[in-house]
């Protein structure tokens, strides 16, 4: 193994069991963050991150000895460049940053070297327990890789073994470990529960939501989004599927070629491993779902009784009461009422009423209206009335008339008696309006036409009309 067999990492774990571990860890951090901005992290720019770290660091730096170089130590009576250095030495010594090479522009290269990536990662998401999207992540993951198990085409089908069947493991166990991870943080959440003696106590960690944001997160979007059930059901369907397909026998032939085994022994290792994943997807996740559904609903009964019990100045107020119907049950009628009395007379119920600041506000006045309200009473007179209606009637005179009407029909007859009105004879609105008007005034006595309704009707760009015979009356 690499870290006892490479001398170069026998030092490895030092800065995080030290005196100043806390910010040996902040600055190893510092330089991750800012390697991933830049192509290429070089020793300047890593010491002036350090430099600006160490000057508004909230913790006292101890005087220690980094090296067995007595010189070579950190110490608050030194300045932040010196301390920086002395840091960059510290980290090549330990293997975490990469030993000295010239880059382009003639500055050395501090490059932090990936297992100390790996690790600081590592440390991060396990002990700070930022779990947001690790589970649906893990899923979605198991998804695509065996999905591409299924497209001859896809990059991973040339290398299966290595590049579908490893991972898909590692993702497995990784949701697994998750899973285990969330069972934990209920137990962990009730032990805090249970410590807690004050109602401010609960009200903080009822007001922050601190069980829904560090803990359930994640769970909850696995149980309200109708996603990820669909996905979990493909992929047991895909699990089912791998074996039938060319995909299998070349994991098969990989693994036989990577480990130097038979044939029969390959199968068997694959096959055990995609049993393994198969029985965890179909039966060990719903398993551990329901353990934890279990666990989350113990967790809130807890958490309500606890509320309870601080309410009642730590008494369990449910027992009382269930004590206190069962002596009243085993009471004689007269004992009983004499002692529902005794507790009616240790309540003393009052009715207030708060008096609204509306109530005692000082209407304004209003200012007083000094302008006549009132209203016109004119009349018109009878000849005024006359002349108005005559006005009227000759500046809005009726267009489709009995005069009009007889007058357009004349103009459409010309010298003939009778005439059939056809969907040429109508042009416009204004010929359907004066062939409705001849329908209505057809047994006027004032109007010379007479109107015969044939059969069927004749659809034009106004409406739609009967068929109609026009004729003069005789």
């Known amino acids: 193994m690499i870290l006892f067999d490479n001398a170069g990492y026998e030092r490895f774990f030092n800065p995080l069991c030290c005196k100043n571990k806390r910010i040996y860890y902040e600055c190893i951090l510092r330089l991750i963050e800012k390697s991933k901005s830049v192509p290429l992290l070089y020793e300047t720019d890593a010491r002036d991150c350090l430099i600006w770290y160490l000057r508004n660091c909230a913790y006292a730096l101890e005087e220690e000895e980094l090296t067995e170089n007595a010189e070579e130590k950190v110490s608050n009576k030194k300045s932040e460049t010196e301390n920086a250095g002395a840091i960059l030495a510290y980290f090549r010594r330990c293997g975490w940053i990469a030993e000295r090479e010239i880059g382009r522009n003639g500055d050395n290269i501090a490059t ?78 009730m032990c805090m529960v249970i410590r807690m003696t004050e109602m401010n106590s609960f009200g903080r960690f009822l007001m922050k939501d601190e069980m829904m944001h560090l803990f359930f997160n994640d769970y909850f979007f696995l149980k309200r989004d109708g996603l990820l059930p669909g996905y979990i059901a493909e992929i047991e369907r895909m699990l089912r599927r791998i074996a039938d397909t060319e995909v299998y026998g070349n994991m098969v032939k990989e693994y036989r070629n990577l480990k130097q085994t038979e044939e029969g022994q390959a199968k068997e290792t694959v096959d055990a491993q995609l049993s393994e994943i198969q029985n965890f997807i179909g039966y060990e996740y719903a398993k551990e779902m329901d353990y ?183």
């Open 112 to 189: 932090v070297l990936p297992y100390c990536r790996k690790l600081i990662d590592a440390i991060e998401r396990i002990f700070r327990r930022d779990t947001s999207g690790i589970l649906t992540n893990h899923i979605f993951a198991v998804y695509d890789i065996l999905h591409s198990a299924f497209d001859s085409d896809h990059g991973r089908a040339v290398r299966p073994y290595s590049n579908i069947l490893v991972p898909l493991s590692d993702h497995v166990w990784d949701l697994k470990n998750e899973l285990l991870a969330l069972k934990d943080s209920i137990r962990s959440i």
């Open 292 to 474: 934890i559904d279990k666990k989350i609903n113990g967790y809130y009964n807890l958490y309500s009784t606890r509320i309870l019990m601080v309410l009642g100045n730590h008494m369990n107020m449910q027992s009382c009461l269930n004590d206190l119907l069962l002596t009243l049950k085993e009471l004689g009628r007269e004992e009983k009422q004499g002692a529902i009395l005794a507790l009616s007379e240790s309540f003393r119920l009052q009715s207030c009423k708060y008096v609204g600041r509306k109530s005692i506000e000082r209407r304004k006045k209003r200012k007083p209206n000094r302008k006549s309200g009132a209203i016109v009473t004119g009349r018109l007179s009878e000849e005024e009335k006359a002349k108005l209606t005559g006005e009227l009637l000759h500046e809005y005179p009726d267009r489709y008339g009995v005069g009009q009407a007889a007058a357009y029909f004349g103009r459409l007859l010309g010298d003939r008696d009778e005439i059939r009105v056809v969907k040429e004879n109508i042009a416009g609105r204004e010929d359907a309006m004066m062939a409705a008007a001849g329908m209505i005034y057809s047994g006027a006595e004032d109007f010379p036409y007479e109107v015969e309704f044939l059969d069927g009707t004749m659809e034009t760009e106004a409406a739609t009309l009967s068929n109609i015979r026009i004729r003069r009356k005789k």
